[in-house]
Nanobody, 117 residues
């Protein structure tokens, strides 16, 4: 499975961005796709995930601002980010896994999101 993330950029506080992550390869085995982010000097943290059935999870800090969605026909997962804050700055990585209760097995290359104050 290969994951290609895109959509990052520089935006002012309060602005919006939409990240995309396209999956290719043995995608039939993938159930969960998600987004993580890593700010400078910090550990990578979970942001959001979505199962093949459409169940979603979010970290508390993005609830009400971010929306994860999935287009199974395009094998793509999206992260719509609204009301962005400077603390959302970081490299965003998409991940995929076959089982809900396992660790992520596949990772994309990351896309930079920078929110200026």
């Amino acid at each position: 499975v290969q994951l290609q993330a895109s959509g990052g950029g520089l935006v002012q506080s309060g602005g919006s961005l939409r990240l995309s992550c396209a999956a290719s390869g043995s995608i039939f085995s993938i159930n969960v796709m998600g987004w993580y982010r890593q700010a400078p000097g910090k550990q990578r943290e979970f942001v959001a995930s979505i199962t093949g059935a459409g169940s979603t999870l979010y970290v508390d800090s993005v609830k009400g601002r971010f929306t994860i969605s999935r287009d199974n026909a395009k094998n793509t997962v999206y992260l719509q980010m609204n009301s962005l804050k400077p603390e959302d700055t970081g490299v965003y990585y998409c991940g995929a896994k076959r089982r809900i209760y396992s660790g992520y097995e596949y990772w994309g290359q990351g896309t930079q999101v920078t929110v200026s104050s």
